[in-house]
């Protein structure tokens, strides 16, 4: 579901402008289980006063986890697998796009990316990594096949491919998860949205696991104005997020 396209152009006259469109995903019946589980547990914890200073964050971590694909929870060790409905999603729209748009896809989570690869690759759709796997010569011989056109799918992880890189033949940016912090959304972004750009505009798009935190995070991350960390520790904000109110 297309919930908003918002062009906006670079105040640079050589770049070309940028596209936002955000994407609704709905969660499979697996990770609706985990994710109410999750927040529930978040829940309890906010009303009885015990949450801890520096639990507000895990936890929310964990909701966007869970948010994005099927979560196996075994003491502190966190697993995620498929089903996915940001995987299914992202394969969707790679798919409405034509086999021959070339796109960049980022997330948080490195197990996250690896899952999108393995169904790409099976899908017969060309794809590359770059994670905190990929030393430096391995990242710039991955970036020169995506450059070239060897590879139409280029995934990575925000932590190693946010800031460096440049992936300028990419026409589409796909965000699976979105970073806490509004500057490295802009970094990673820009990846693509840079001198030297092939296509006449760059779409970035948000895909979004509907009636989850991820909805009012990007909200936050929109207004700009707002430090996340610190909203996630207001606890009337957070409780508000989690029961889907809007303040």
Request: hydrophobic share 40%.
């Amino acid at each position: 579901i297309l919930l908003r396209v918002v062009p906006r152009k670079s105040t640079l006259s050589f770049r070309s402008p940028k596209v936002y469109e955000v994407r609704t995903v709905e969660l499979k019946r697996d990770q609706q289980r985990v994710y109410n589980e999750l927040r529930d547990r978040l829940l309890v914890e906010l009303d009885s006063g015990d949450l801890s200073a520096t639990n507000p964050l895990a936890l929310n971590g964990r909701l966007m986890q869970a948010a994005c694909a099927t979560l196996d929870i075994t003491d502190d060790r966190v697993s995620m697998s498929e089903p996915s409905s940001k995987v299914t999603a992202l394969v969707d729209v790679l798919g409405d796009l034509g086999e021959e748009v070339p796109a960049v896809v980022f997330a948080e989570s490195k197990q996250l990316i690896y899952l999108a690869y393995e169904r790409l690759i099976k899908l017969g759709i060309t794809a590359d990594t770059i994670t905190g796997d990929d030393d430096g010569s391995a990242r710039t011989e991955l970036v020169r096949e995506f450059q070239e056109g060897h590879v139409r799918v280029m995934l990575l992880t925000l932590a190693v491919g946010g800031e460096g890189l440049t992936f300028t033949r990419a026409s589409h940016v796909f965000y699976l998860q979105r970073p806490y912090s509004m500057l490295r959304s802009v970094q990673s972004e820009d990846r693509v949205h840079r001198l030297g750009q092939q296509a006449d505009r760059v779409t970035i798009v948000d895909l979004v696991s509907e009636g989850t935190v991820e909805e009012e995070v990007l909200d936050i991350l929109e207004r700009k104005e707002e430090r996340l960390e610190e909203v996630v520790r207001d606890k009337q904000r957070l409780y508000a997020m989690l029961r889907g109110e809007k303040r």
